[in-house]
């Protein structure tokens, strides 16, 4: 039988990655947390944590981290079925990976309200998130994949629409003759990460094929539209966080009527399924209440206006 004080401590080592923060969490002394982790290792005969700074999880502590979240679920689950029969417990935290530019968007505003739960968020690439799932390392993911993960549920969640935007000093250096693969390619471009592929899938889009581009590095949803403001360079940006930059003017679109939409799914894993079912509730009804129109929206783009420009609608996201 696991020795749940024991795994406790493992857990909060990992999930705070130092035994002085776990020690603050649990209430004990970093000793004692020590001692906790030393006896479960001995016990197992393995492993489980690599201490460094910060202190990271073996995979034999990460899958046992992960067992304590689903205890911690289930028994949250529990406790609201029994009433006053359980003794109050630690709140459960949830480990979830998401995008950035859902983080910035619509997911926080998902987790309002889901009282007497802790969470844990894990950034990553929309099309990467669902492999944390897949590891076993989370319990749910925000993805572009449209399938269900083995041993998971899935939910679509609908678009984030993107438009590539770029202020209006920009479009005056650097496209001043159009939006041409000429241009496209000397133009100063914003990528977020290496796995940020964003730009290229709207460039093959527009032009039907891939351009060689130089870029920036923003591993930042705020920063891109900052820097899509400050004239940097030109960059996709969700539409929800560049709707009032269009209408104002401070931002243009390169070429209106080409939008580019990343559909996304909710997955979970089915072993907790239970636990989250408050959590899937409300990141799906969000998502659907604030991930709008797949269409690009009319803001005034006065020097764009006067180039032609193609008008047919954006296609998906290839995932």
């Known amino acids: 039988m696991l020795d749940y004080a024991l795994l406790d401590a493992m857990a909060a080592v990992i999930r705070t990655g130092s035994f002085e923060k776990a020690a603050q969490q649990i209430g004990v002394t970093p000793s004692a947390i020590s001692q906790r982790v030393k006896l479960l290792e001995e016990r197992l005969g393995t492993s489980l944590i690599i201490r460094g700074q910060p202190c990271t999880a073996t995979p034999a502590g990460s899958r046992l981290s992960r067992h304590v979240e689903e205890i911690g679920l289930m028994e949250h689950v529990l406790r609201a079925d029994l009433g006053d029969v359980l003794p109050a417990g630690r709140a459960p935290t949830i480990r979830i990976a998401v995008n950035a530019d859902s983080m910035a968007t619509w997911f926080v505003p998902a987790l309002a309200g889901l009282n007497g739960r802790l969470f844990d968020l894990v950034l990553d690439d929309e099309s990467n998130t669902a492999e944390w799932l897949r590891r076993g390392e989370v319990s749910a993911a925000v993805s ?71 870029t920036h590095w923003i591993p930042s949803s705020h920063g891109f539209v900052d820097a899509s403001l400050a004239g940097i360079g030109w960059g996709m940006n969700p539409v929800a966080l560049v709707g009032e930059h269009l209408a104002a003017g401070r931002l243009l679109q390169l070429m209106p009527g080409h939008p580019l939409l990343v559909p996304l799914h909710w997955h979970w894993s089915r072993a907790v399924e239970s636990g989250l079912r408050e959590v899937t509730e409300s990141v799906v009804r969000t998502a659907r209440e604030r991930l709008g129109a797949r269409t690009s929206p009319s803001a005034p783009n006065n020097e764009a206006s006067a180039r032609d420009r193609a008008t047919e609608a954006g296609g998906s996201m290839p995932v």
Do not use: H
Request: with cysteine; proline share 6%; net charge neutral.
């Open 144 to 214: 572009t994949a449209p399938g269900p993960v083995q041993g998971c549920g899935s939910r679509a969640l609908g678009a984030l629409t993107y438009v590539a935007t770029a202020s209006p000093a920009f479009m005056r250096r650097w496209f001043a003759d159009g939006v041409s693969e000429a241009a496209i390619a000397e133009a100063p471009c914003l990528t977020f990460n290496s796995k940020d592929e964003l730009q290229d899938i709207w460039i093959a889009q527009v032009f039907g094929r891939s351009v060689a581009r130089s």
